[in-house]
């Protein structure tokens, strides 16, 4: 019978990939079109997770996670369905706050990890109309989207700590795993989503979550991406339908993962994340579900400037609330979403379609841009507003054209030249004390003087190197010199890549005309010897291991320990070991390079990792932490290299990969075909 479910499972995958669009670049740009102008949305984390609010057995830090951190039996964590019963929920003034407070789309749980429907499902019984409630809370948000102009998003848990068939089972509970089916699991989370995108009307995104347990995998995911697009051609998918995300950094680190953009959590990428598609998601206060003892929210200016920092990144942001019990916004929430809806009537301009800065870094704030015509609208975010009145856009070879502040479009600001900078002359009083803007409108598109961008797959040679300069502004030329001396406008011009094979010190600059008008960037390459291979005639597949127990909080000298067991695996990962706690494994072995060259290295787990090639630590992944990869290049010669890799589980969830690949290509899983002992 199980065989039977498989292939069942494997056909409605194997159809879905068949009637899946197939899209260019230029045709997910347009899919990708109003959610990346939208910028800015509304991320709603509501479920059962809400009648305690946060407290249980005299602790009071919990929320969503509640049933995992408590560790509560399902049969009793079941007991909080008969006493849902938001009265006070109004579909249409969740969506009118979200909407005056500037956003444009929102993301609600449909189903949070404790598994728990907040739909009319038709595939558990464990829904919203089995609550006192009894009223489709996902029907009527709907709806209200629809009659408010806002797009309806779904979010939905891949991890099911309540479905019998959902693997792997938690590590302190005592239901027996014995009979469960992940295969028929899945089957049954198709379904669910077949309905959320058959019954509701069109939806914007489908994000995904809960994908890092070690039962989910490429193809389960790839097969859910298909679904979605073959039912909602239109439909945007975040990147947590697949493996291979780096952490709560949210960008998938392995190629040809399914998913649409990325998404970092509670942080903002420092220089943001250029060619992708990226939303930072993050809370208002502490926690993602309601806690009635969390009263640590962010202040309004702060929530005011993340959205520009973020914006002017090229990146989007979701900002979450926990709804109550009783079904409201916590009164501190709705005075965030107030404040923002104020600063975003005024200044949405400088927020909604517009694009990433052009320039590095601003000493005052944060920069977004509009072309329009033959014009660039620069808008000028200023957080630290200039006590002289005289607001300097640094590096800008454009003519201004007019400047004017936000607050007030009718009175134009003088601007004037100052060497390579614009000078804007503002009033003595910020209009804003969050965030003022200042429109600049510029001829033509923006041409900043920034340093050229040195780009390689690596520093050490053993194979030539190939490595390409680049300017964000098309106006300017980038002169280079490879003996270290500083560029000049006899040096040669750069018009393609330059390939490097011996001992260099690559330096450019960026010129308008024939003068020089940016820093010098500078690289230095060094040819290397790539550490020799081994001569093991006698060589197996696999890698051996050995396990141990103990409560660490790094990875331990293992040398020092008696090992519990060993064994033999033929792939680097700890499935094997399902949902164990306070172990450690020390894996040891081969792997063999094909050739000769630079390899990059990227170790994940959770919680901590070493790497060690040829006896030389190679990557310290080191600590407690959730599923998060290091990486590290090691030059190779081709054959066998020793390897070995300590891991340590703490508590909770458990992972471990490793990922390869020349220098300058996409990492991969190293693959049991170069694994021995």
């Not at 830090?61 to 369905?81: M, R, T």
């Not at 709560?248 to 993962?257: D, F, I, P, Q, V």
């Not at 597949?541 to 064994?567: H, I, K, N, R, T």
């Amino acid at each position: 019978m199980k065989s039977l479910l498989v292939l069942l499972v494997l056909a409605l995958a194997a159809h879905a990939a068949q009637a899946a669009p197939v899209e260019t670049k230029a045709e997910k740009d347009a899919r990708m079109k109003w959610w990346k102008e939208a910028r800015f949305g509304l991320f709603l984390h509501w479920g059962l997770y809400a009648v305690p609010s946060g407290e249980w057995d005299g602790k009071t830090n919990y929320a969503e996670w509640i049933l995992e951190e408590a560790h509560i039996p399902v049969s009793q964590y079941e007991h909080f369905e008969g006493q849902f019963n938001p009265t006070k929920f109004n579909a249409d003034k969740f969506v009118t706050m979200a909407k005056n407070a500037g956003m444009k789309y929102i993301v609600i749980t449909t189903k949070h990890h404790e598994g728990f429907n907040m739909f009319a499902s038709k595939y558990s019984d464990y829904n919203i109309m089995n609550t006192p409630f009894h009223r489709d809370v996902m029907k009527e948000l709907a709806a209200a989207c629809k009659r408010h102009g806002l797009k309806m998003c779904w979010y939905h848990s891949i991890m099911d700590w309540h479905h019998p068939d959902y693997l792997p089972r938690r590590s302190w509970e005592s239901r027996s795993a014995e009979g469960a089916d992940m295969d028929r699991y899945v089957k049954y989370l198709h379904n669910e989503v077949s309905q959320l995108l058959t019954d509701y009307g069109p939806i914007g995104v489908m994000w995904f979550d809960g994908e890092w347990e070690s039962t989910w995998n490429h193809e389960y995911g790839q097969a859910l991406y298909d679904l979605c697009r073959k039912l909602q051609p239109n439909v945007i998918v975040n990147n947590r339908v697949d493996v291979g995300r780096s952490g709560l950094a949210g960008m998938s680190t392995e190629n040809g993962t399914a998913g649409d953009y990325g998404t970092p959590e509670q942080e903002i990428p420092a220089q943001g994340i250029p060619d992708s598609y990226w939303e930072t998601c993050m809370t208002m206060n502490d926690h993602w579900g309601y806690n009635k003892n969390d009263h640590d929210y962010k202040s309004s200016k702060d929530l005011i400037q993340k959205l520009v920092d973020i914006a002017s990144k090229g990146g989007n942001f979701l900002l979450n609330i926990g709804p109550t019990p009783t079904g409201e916004f916590p009164p501190l929430a709705q005075e965030r979403l107030k404040d923002l809806g104020a600063w975003t009537k005024v200044n949405g301009d400088a927020i909604y379609s517009t694009d990433a800065s052009p320039f590095p870094t601003l000493p005052w704030g944060r920069c977004t841009t509009r072309a329009q015509g033959g014009h660039s609208t620069l808008y000028l975010n200023v957080f630290d507003w200039p006590a002289d009145g005289k607001l300097v856009v640094p590096g800008i070879g454009n003519k201004a054209v007019r400047a004017y502040a936000l607050a007030n479009r009718k009175m134009a600001l003088p601007v004037a030249r100052s060497g390579s900078d614009l000078v804007v002359d503002v009033p003595s009083a910020a209009p804003d004390p969050n965030c003022s803007v200042v429109a600049l409108e510029v001829q033509g598109l923006p041409v900043v003087y920034e340093q050229p961008k040195i780009t390689a797959a690596t520093e050490q040679i053993v194979q030539p190197v190939r490595v390409t300069l680049t300017v964000g502004s098309p106006t300017l030329k980038i002169h280079y010199t490879l003996d270290g001396s500083t560029p000049a406008a006899g040096s040669p011009v750069y018009t393609g890549p330059i390939v490097i094979s011996d001992d260099a010190t690559l330096k450019a600059c960026s010129f308008d005309g024939e003068n020089p008008v940016s820093d010098v960037a500078s690289e230095t390459f060094t040819k290397v010897t790539p550490s020799p291979a081994v001569d093991r005639p006698d060589a197996k597949p696999g890698l051996a291991y050995a396990e141990y127990e103990g409560d660490w909080d790094d990875v331990p000298d293992f040398g020092s320990l008696v090992a519990a067991d060993q064994g033999t695996m033929d792939t680097i990962g700890v499935d094997k070991w399902g949902q164990k706690e306070h172990f450690g494994l020390l894996i040891s072995g081969l792997i063999k390079a094909p050739q000769d060259g630079v390899y990059e290295f990227n170790l994940g787990s959770d919680d901590g990792s070493k790497l060690w090639i040829d006896g030389k630590l190679a990557v310290d992944n080191g600590g407690v932490h959730s599923l998060s990869g290091k990486s590290a290049s090691v030059a190779l010669a081709a054959g066998y290299h020793t390897v070995q890799i300590g891991y340590f589980n703490k508590t909770g969830g458990l992972g471990l990969r490793l990922a390869w690949s020349l220098a300058g290509d996409s990492p991969a899983p190293v693959p049991a075909s170069a694994l021995f002992r």
